[in-house]
């Protein structure tokens, strides 16, 4: 069982930043994959961007330049910085951790919205 908790979101304006943070109730080194997805209302949930235990990383080409996700295992912590962002990012953002055994986990989602 891996319990995840996400914080960070919020209401910003076009151009502006948030850092989104995803809290894992277990080390990252016994975790395949953490990653961050959106869902828009009446789109599907879709992947953003996601970490990797050797730290490759992935972004979709929709936050490419502009998203950048990261760790810190001390505090086995992601983050999600996102700026410049656009009112096309509006969405609720869910943390998702996939472990070595083949589970995964999600959280429950922080809200992002960005408009002027």
């Known amino acids: 069982q891996v319990q995840l908790v996400e914080s960070g979101g919020g209401v910003v304006q076009p151009g502006g930043s948030l850092r989104l943070s995803c809290a894992a109730s277990?080390?990252?080194?016994?975790?395949?994959?953490v990653g961050w997805y959106r869902q828009a209302p009446g789109n599907q949930r879709e992947l953003v961007a996601s970490i990797v235990r050797s730290g490759f990383t992935y972004y979709a080409d929709s936050v490419k330049g502009r998203f950048t996700i990261s760790r810190d295992n001390a505090q086995n912590t992601v983050y999600l910085q996102m700026n410049s962002l656009e009112p096309e990012d509006t969405a609720v953002y869910y943390c998702?951790?996939?472990?070595?055994?083949?589970?995964?986990?999600w959280g429950q989602g922080t809200q992002v919205t960005v408009s002027s």
């Open positions: 998702k951790a996939d472990t070595a055994g083949g589970f995964y986990f």
């Open positions: 277990r080390r990252f080194f016994d975790l395949n994959t």
